[in-house]
């Protein structure tokens, strides 16, 4: 990732915490020199020394033919929002794109065994939806396992990671106050931003 020097983004354990509030992420992996993508929730783990990256892709999805060879590029990339150059003080001003990214990358790890794929799905459970535990739980075991033959289950241990955050830190205070409240009348992505500028 190119990052100019005002938008370092480099603080791991605020790298981290981003990861887990945007954990609906991308994928890319290599099929021979043609990069292949999905899109996919994931939990993200402190381990010992680790940071591993867990989730699951469709048994058909092909991508799950090379993660184990290559290395994986993973993507978390909320929020983000238009700057229209109306909110500068020089007319000659163009528009922009304020964003945070972390591009974190890795090996993956295929779990193989039934018992690693119910706790990997009941972990995904937990974090997204633990309401839905009662549910689960009166699941017959056919069913759960009619369901893991469909899925492969991996684990990613993160190798490197990048952060970006371009927040308009190169404006003046009052711009940056003209962006924020403009971007607090928008949607939840610009709201979120607007709060990310403030806390600059």
Do not use: C
């Not at 009166?138 to 492969?152: E, F, H, P, R, T």
């Amino acid at each position: 990732m190119f990052v100019p020097k005002m938008f370092e983004f480099d603080d791991k354990s605020e790298q981290i915490a981003f990861m887990k509030r945007y954990s609906f992420a991308t994928i890319i992996t290599n099929k021979g020199d043609i990069p292949i993508a999905t899109q996919l929730p994931l939990i993200i783990e402190e381990r010992a020394n680790s940071l591993i990256l867990s989730g699951h892709f469709a048994k058909a999805n092909e991508q799950t033919n090379y993660i184990e060879q290559n290395s994986s590029l993973i993507i978390f990339a909320e929020p983000h929002a238009y700057i229209s150059p109306t909110h500068y003080d020089q007319i000659q001003s163009v528009p922009t794109w304020d964003y945070i990214s972390v591009h974190a990358y890795g090996k993956s790890k295929i779990l193989s065994e039934d018992l690693s794929k119910i706790q990997a799905l009941e972990q995904m459970i937990t974090f997204y939806e633990p309401d839905y535990s009662t549910q689960w739980s009166q699941l017959s075991d056919n069913y759960k396992q009619a369901m893991i033959k469909g899925i492969v289950a991996f684990e990613i241990e993160v190798t490197a990671i990048q952060g970006q955050k371009k927040l308009s830190q190169n404006k003046t205070k009052a711009e940056q106050r003209r962006i924020v409240d403009h971007l607090e009348q928008q949607g939840q992505s610009e709201q979120d931003l607007a709060q990310y500028i403030k806390n600059l």
